[in-house]
C-alpha cells in the first residue's frame, strides 16, 4: 500500500498559517505597524483604501533592509527577532514568530520597497499568493514601503465572510490606536480613501491620548505612578463621573504590547469599588513594564494574551496603584477627623438678651442655626426640619409617660372618616393608580392581576418607534437652544457623526460641524426630557451605533436604536404618576409594546389565580 503522509505546499502551508494570524484587514495593519516599530522609526504613515479591502499601505523610516534580508522576510519562520530558544524569554520587540510576512503573502498581493539609509539603492520585492513575481533594484527612500492589496483574493470563503467597510474599519482604528498610544514618541498619520483620520505628532503620553481620543479627555484623566522592585505601573484612569455603560476605551499594556486580561481588569474595577454607578465601566489607559523573564508572550499567534508568574502579584500591586491614583487626587472620599464638614458651617445663635448661648454643663442642650449658602442648602435644611417636627414632644420625665398597661389609640384618617360610597370609590381609584418599585419597575392593575412594567424597556419601545416615524417621514419636531452648546469628540467618534448627521438631524437635533472634532448643538428633539446633558446623549449614540454595526442593521434602524437606547428614561429614575400613567398610554399605543429594540421584555403579566396557588403551596 502506497504511504499516504506527505508534506504541504509551502503555499498551502501559508494559506493555513494565514487562518490564525490574518483573521480580517486590522490584523495586516497590526502586523505591519509592529514591524516598522521594531525597525526603529520615527515617522510611520498608515494608508488604508476600501477599509483595508483594496490597500494596506505602511510606510516608515526605519532602518530598511537589504537585498537578501528583503527577500528572506517572506520566508516561514524567517525573523531577525531570536536566534535561541532562551531568546523567548528576553523578547522585548513586538514581532518574532516569522510568519506574519508570510502569510500576508500567502493571501494578498504585496510589494515592498526598502532600503538602508547607508545604500544607494534600495529593492523591490512583489509577491503574489507566495508566488514572487518580481525582485529588483529600485530607487526609493530610506526605510520601507510595503503594499498590501486585494486581500484574500484567492481566498474566497475568507472575503465573504469579512463584514461591511464600517465594522471593517473600526477594527483597524482600533488597532492603530493601540499601536499609536503604545509608542508616543513616534509620528504617526492614518489616511483613509485620500481623507487624514489622525496627525499625531511624537510626544508624552498625556499628549498621544488626548489626541487619540480627542481634547475633552484631557479633563478626564488621573494620572497612575507607582514603581517597585517587581513591576512598574503607569498611565491614565479615567474619573468615576466619567465611566460609560460600555467597556469601551480600556487599554492595557505589557511592555507596551496591548493584551487582554478579564483578571487584570477586574483588579482595575475593584480599585473603583464603590465610586462607580452600577453597571458601567471607568476608562484606563495603563502600562505595565516587568522583567520579560517573569511572562510568557508565546501562548497566542495574536500575542494579545500572556501569562505571569505570579499574577496574583500583579494583580495587587495594579489594585492599589490605582487606589492610591484615585485618593492622591481626591477622587476617593477622605475623613477630617479634626473636624466634621457637615457641621463647619453652623454658627451658634443668640439668645434672650444678646448673650451667646454657652454651658459648661455637659447635659445642657447648645443650640445651634445653620447658615446655608445656597438655596438648595435651605430647601435641605426645612426638609430635615420637616423630618424631625415633633420630636421634642417626646422628650418628657418619666412621670409623665402613660403607664405600661396603659391603652394607646394610633388613629388614621380612616377613624374620623368611615368609608362610605364615595371614598370607597376613591380608594379604589387610588388602589388602581401605577406606583413604582425600586425606582426600576411599575406596578399597574389590570382585571386579571396586574403588570410588571420595566420603565427603561417600555420607554426605548416607545421613543425607537417615534424615531422611527421621524426618519420616515422626515418631519422632527426641535426645540431650539438660547444658548447653543459646543461638543468635542474623539476623531473616530466625529467620523461616525459626520457620516449620520443628517438621520441624527432627523430626529430633533440640529447640530452643525465646527471643525477640529468639534460640533455645535442649536437644538434638540422637542421630546427629550429636560435636564439632560446633550454632549452624553451624543457620545452615548454614537457608542450604541457603533456596538450595532456588527448586528447589520439597516441604517435608519440603527440610528433610531441607538437614539431611544441612550435618550430613555434609566432605572432608578424616579416617576410621578402622571409621568407613569402616560408611560403604559404611550406604550401600549406602540405597534408592538411586547418587547423592547434590543428584544428585552417591556411587561411581565401576573395573573390572580396564579397568584392564589402560590400562596397555597
Not at 18 to 26: C, D, L, T
Not at 43 to 68: A, F, H, W
Request: charged share 25%; net charge negative; proline share 4%.
Amino acid at each position: 500500500m502506497a504511504d499516504i503522509i506527505q508534506l504541504l505546499p509551502d503555499a498551502i502551508a501559508n494559506q493555513i498559517a494565514a487562518g490564525e494570524v490574518i483573521q480580517r484587514p486590522a490584523s495586516v495593519v497590526k502586523e505591519l505597524l509592529e514591524n516598522a516599530i521594531d525597525a526603529g522609526s520615527s515617522r510611520i504613515k498608515l494608508i488604508i483604501k476600501d477599509s483595508g479591502k483594496s490597500l494596506i499601505q505602511v510606510i516608515d523610516n526605519g532602518c530598511g533592509m537589504s537585498e537578501t534580508d528583503a527577500r528572506m522576510s517572506f520566508e516561514r519562520h524567517a525573523t531577525s527577532k531570536i536566534r535561541k530558544a532562551n531568546d523567548l524569554f528576553s523578547i522585548r520587540t513586538m514581532g518574532f514568530r516569522g510568519e506574519a510576512m508570510a502569510s500576508i503573502a500567502a493571501i494578498a498581493h504585496v510589494e515592498m520597497r526598502t532600503r538602508r539609509h547607508a545604500d544607494e539603492l534600495g529593492t523591490k520585492v512583489v509577491i503574489e499568493g507566495s508566488d514572487v513575481k518580481t525582485q529588483e533594484a529600485c530607487q526609493c527612500s530610506a526605510g520601507t514601503s510595503i503594499s498590501v492589496k486585494n486581500l484574500f483574493y484567492n481566498v474566497p470563503a475568507r472575503r465573504n465572510f469579512l463584514k461591511s467597510n464600517t465594522v471593517e474599519m473600526r477594527h483597524i482604528l482600533d488597532e492603530f490606536q493601540r499601536v499609536a498610544i503604545a509608542n508616543p514618541d513616534i509620528f504617526f498619520t492614518l489616511h483613509h480613501n485620500n481623507t487624514e483620520i489622525f496627525h499625531l505628532p511624537d510626544g508624552k503620553l498625556r499628549q498621544r491620548v488626548v489626541g487619540v481620543f480627542g481634547n475633552s479627555w484631557n479633563k478626564k484623566l488621573v494620572p497612575v505612578n507607582e514603581e517597585t522592585d517587581i513591576l512598574k505601573i503607569r498611565g491614565f484612569v479615567g474619573k468615576p463621573e466619567f465611566a460609560k455603560k460600555t467597556r469601551g476605551e480600556q487599554l492595557l499594556f505589557v511592555n507596551n504590547r496591548y493584551i487582554k486580561s478579564g483578571y487584570l481588569n477586574h483588579a482595575i474595577l475593584n480599585a473603583y469599588e464603590e465610586l462607580l454607578p452600577k453597571d458601567t465601566y471607568p476608562i484606563y489607559t495603563i502600562f505595565i513594564d516587568i522583567d520579560p523573564a517573569n511572562i510568557d508572550i508565546n501562548v497566542h499567534p495574536t500575542k494579545q494574551e500572556i501569562k505571569f508568574n505570579d499574577e496574583r502579584l500583579v494583580y495587587n500591586y495594579l489594585k492599589v496603584a490605582i487606589r492610591h491614583a484615585l485618593g492622591q487626587y481626591s477622587i476617593t472620599p477622605t475623613l477630617d477627623f479634626n473636624q466634621d464638614p457637615n457641621f463647619s458651617q453652623y454658627q451658634p445663635v443668640k439668645k434672650g438678651n444678646g448673650q451667646e448661648q454657652s454651658s459648661d454643663k455637659r447635659n445642657e442642650k447648645q443650640h445651634y442655626e445653620p447658615k446655608p449658602s445656597s438655596h438648595l442648602e435651605s430647601s435641605n435644611l426645612r426638609n430635615w426640619e420637616k423630618l424631625y417636627e415633633g420630636l421634642e414632644s417626646f422628650d418628657q420625665p418619666k412621670e409623665e409617660s402613660p403607664a405600661a398597661d396603659e391603652a394607646v389609640t394610633i388613629e388614621s384618617e380612616w377613624s374620623s372618616n368611615p368609608l362610605s360610597e364615595d371614598s370607597n370609590s376613591g380608594f379604589a381609584n387610588e388602589q388602581k393608580r401605577p406606583y413604582q418599585i425600586h425606582a426600576t419597575y411599575i406596578v399597574s392593575q389590570i382585571k386579571s392581576g396586574f403588570l410588571l412594567i420595566d420603565q427603561q424597556a417600555a420607554h426605548e419601545r416607545i421613543l425607537y418607534e417615534r424615531y422611527l416615524a421621524f426618519l420616515k417621514d422626515q418631519q422632527p419636531l426641535t426645540q431650539k437652544q438660547l444658548f447653543p452648546k459646543t461638543i468635542n469628540l474623539s476623531q473616530i467618534d466625529s467620523q461616525v457623526l459626520l457620516k449620520i448627521l443628517p438621520d441624527i438631524n432627523l430626529l430633533g437635533f440640529d447640530i452643525q460641524e465646527f471643525g477640529n472634532e468639534s460640533f455645535v448643538i442649536h437644538g434638540v428633539p422637542a421630546d427629550l426630557s429636560s435636564g439632560q446633558d446633550e454632549q452624553k446623549i451624543i457620545e452615548s449614540l454614537l457608542e450604541q451605533y457603533k456596538n450595532n454595526v456588527e448586528l447589520k442593521l439597516d441604517n435608519h434602524e440603527n440610528i433610531a436604536r441607538s437614539m431611544a437606547r441612550s435618550a430613555s428614561i434609566k432605572r432608578g429614575q424616579t416617576l410621578t404618576k402622571p409621568e407613569m400613567q402616560e408611560l403604559i398610554d404611550k406604550l401600549f399605543a406602540c405597534t408592538i409594546p411586547y418587547k423592547s429594540p434590543t428584544g428585552h421584555n417591556c411587561f411581565i403579566t401576573f395573573d390572580l389565580e396564579d397568584l392564589e396557588k402560590q400562596f397555597k403551596t
